[in-house]
């Protein structure tokens, strides 16, 4: 074996107890997400963690880094580049941050996004105060038809390099660079027949290598592929999308003219609340079935396509789905997680982009109940969806950063008890009031009160708006541009209403949203 390889295989000691902050940048075809740690690059630093030495496992081949790379990401990746950043510790490397992309389509692309990953990786490792002393690369991918895996790897070896390139520029060796396709794998680094055969090495059967063994001891488990993570979250190809869309339709026709309107819109945001609170119970009542294939087939059978239309449209305005963000802990989270995921399935054909809403929900829910790994992925498919989805980017920069969501939590908590001390007090004064006609303690009728301040009239839409046109189908419907979110700052970040983005609207509906804007956010 060379030097390049001895280097790699001594340097892999492995802390899989979990203590290593994970940031995977996402991309899809070559698309990047800005979601991860260290920048626009979509990487992720690892602070060096406090090592659980029954856990630790020392890897000193390729064909065990190979096999390591699942139990690194948590799942086993597909058309991905993966950067893992090694720490020097006596001597030894200790895995730490790690980044994944998706592999560019366009090898015009892969310049850039070698550059770009390798960056993001170091920069922020350094900005933890963890610098990489070297830097162990993967490329991942299928062989396409009539493709063999060592076509796969000649193929990808120009990406390598320019992986490797682009990590020296910045001081930072490669000291492995492997391919992984048809359940196989090449190293780039090592010319040697004897331990790297040019035909490639099979892969180990899965869960019996010196690590899948650790793993299991440490009650680590790899959650399938990523393809499969993601399945849980995305639209239907099924006949039953058909229907769904139909649905969606008839429900957008009569739901989005009352949310344009400023008389109905609460009316609208707490009866689409009621409706989820309903269903929250109504999948509390069921226990999911073991395994992720049945247990979501069992939740889309709880959800009627009218429910799931009216549910969606109406998650639409930020407000309404700030509320619905409270349901994130306890007894609750569970069912909500479920609800979210159903929901974010059911944003089939011209309504990809509504699925922003409940795949944020998704990712939030998923993050304050520990579950970075399902949290990453949902905010990352929600920026797919919608790019200016700003409260999506601002919880997944959050959880990519390690931040706690227990600050998240306490705001969302804090607003609940508000609203419902409102509530209870609006309550009991009208229940203290005496009742017109009776007797006061003077004998005299009382007076009615008098407001302390003037209630400003509500302005009344104009004949340009859409209820003045019922044949018309609302902006965004059908096969043109769905309506966008506007103020995305949610107070779920920080407590506190913003102003909002460029769109200048409160939800994805911008009819009227000039007016409504300066009273919502107060």
């Not at 229907?243 to 949310?259: G, H, K, T, W, Y």
């Amino acid at each position: 074996m060379t030097n390049h390889s001895e280097a790699a295989g001594t340097s892999g000691n492995g802390d899989i107890s979990g203590h290593d902050e994970r940031g995977e940048g996402n991309g899809h075809g070559g698309h990047r997400e800005d979601h991860a740690e260290g920048g626009a690059a979509g990487a992720g630093s690892g602070a060096d963690g406090i090592p659980c030495a029954e856990h630790q496992v020392t890897l000193r081949t390729p064909a065990e880094l190979a096999d390591a790379l699942p139990y690194l990401l948590g799942y086993r990746p597909e058309d991905s580049i993966v950067l893992v950043a090694l720490h020097d510790r006596d001597g030894r490397g200790r895995f730490g941050g790690r980044a994944r992309l998706g592999i560019p389509g366009n090898e015009d692309d892969w310049p850039a996004v070698a550059e770009q990953l390798a960056q993001g990786l170091i920069t922020g490792s350094e900005r933890r105060g963890a610098p990489v002393e070297s830097m162990v690369a993967f490329l991942c991918q299928d062989p396409r038809v009539n493709e063999s895996g060592w076509e796969v790897m000649s193929r990808l070896r120009p990406l390598a390099q320019l992986l490797r390139t682009a990590c020296g520029a910045l001081d930072v060796p490669v000291v492995e660079a492997l391919c992984i396709s048809d359940n196989r794998w090449w190293s780039y680094v090592c010319p040697s027949e004897e331990c790297c055969p040019s035909g490639g090495t099979p892969m180990g059967l899965p869960g019996t290598s010196v690590l899948a063994a650790a793993a299991t001891y440490a009650g680590l488990q790899v959650r399938g592929s990523l393809k499969e993570l993601r399945a849980r979250l995305s639209p239907w190809e099924t006949a039953a999308a058909l229907e769904q869309e139909s649905a969606l339709n008839a429900v957008s026709v009569a739901l989005i003219p009352r949310i344009l309107d400023d008389e109905s819109r609460a009316d609208v945001a707490d009866q689409t609340l009621e409706l989820a609170d309903r269903l929250l119970r109504r999948f509390a009542d069921v226990p999911p079935l073991s395994g992720t294939l049945p247990a979501d087939l069992r939740d889309d059978e709880l959800l009627a396509h009218d429910e799931a239309a009216t549910l969606i449209l109406g998650l639409q305005d930020r407000g309404t789905r700030d509320r619905a963000a409270e349901w994130m802990e306890g007894d609750e989270a569970g069912p909500a997680l479920r609800l979210w995921r159903a929901l974010a399935r059911r944003c089939v054909g011209a309504y990809g982009e509504h699925a922003a809403a409940p795949l944020t929900l998704a990712g939030w829910v998923a993050w304050s109940t520990g579950d970075e790994l399902e949290a990453r992925e949902a905010l990352a498919m929600a920026l797919g969806a919608d790019p200016g989805y700003l409260f999506a980017r601002l919880l997944h920069q959050a959880c990519n950063e390690g931040l706690d969501p227990e600050s998240i939590r306490r705001c969302l908590r804090k607003e609940r008890a508000d609203r419902g001390g409102a509530v209870a007090g609006s309550e009991a004064s009208a229940a203290s009031a005496p009742r017109a006609g009776s007797d006061s303690p003077s004998g005299q009728t009382p007076a009615a009160p008098t407001r302390t301040a003037p209630r400003r009239r509500r302005r009344t839409r104009s004949t340009g708006g859409p209820t003045s046109h019922p044949n018309r189908r609302p902006t965004g419907l059908g096969g043109t541009r769905r309506p966008r979110p506007a103020a995305e700052g949610s107070t779920a970040t920080d407590g506190r209403g913003r102003s909002g983005d460029s769109k200048g609207a409160p939800s994805r509906f911008r009819r009227g949203a000039g007016r409504r804007e300066s009273r919502s956010d107060t």
